[in-house]
Nanobody, 123 residues
Framework: WQLVESGGGLVQPGGSLRLSCAASGFSAGSSAIGWFRQAPGKEREALQC????????NVADSVKGRFTVSRDYALNTLYLEMNNLAPEDTAKYFCGSWEKSRCPYVSEDFYYWGQGTQVTVSS
């Protein structure tokens, strides 16, 4: 199995980035998948999960109104559109999944994890 994130980089405050998470090697099309991030010295934060049927979990308050998660079932790819980025959004962003259709009640239940892509917001 594989979860491969891409699209990270250095961006100025107020800028935008689009991250991708490509899933393969397991029944990704029938599995829930979600975006997470972790900044140095901080706990992992769940951003949003999308089930295999398109049902979305709640969006983290810290990114509500600025980040949008979408999913391309044909490509087995999850996207994270990030707008109006701020320095506090600096973190490693990664995706998680499991072989169940629904999103987990706690993110730690996911057992497939990508290596992540670094996002740095700085002027």
């Amino acid at each position: 199995w594989q979860l491969v994130e891409s699209g990270g980089g250095l961006v100025q405050p107020g800028g935008s980035l689009r991250l991708s998470c490509a899933a393969s090697g397991f029944s990704a099309g029938s599995s829930a998948i979600g975006w997470f991030r972790q900044a140095p010295g901080k706990e992992r934060e769940a951003l949003q999960c999308i089930s295999s049927t398109g049902r979305e979990s709640n969006v983290a308050d810290s990114v509500k109104g600025r980040f949008t998660v979408s999913r391309d079932y044909a490509l087995n790819t999850l996207y994270l559109e990030m707008n109006n980025l701020a320095p506090e959004d600096t973190a490693k962003y990664f995706c998680g999944s499991w072989e169940k259709s629904r999103c987990p009640y706690v993110s730690e239940d996911f057992y497939y994890w990508g290596q992540g892509t670094q996002v740095t917001v700085s002027s």
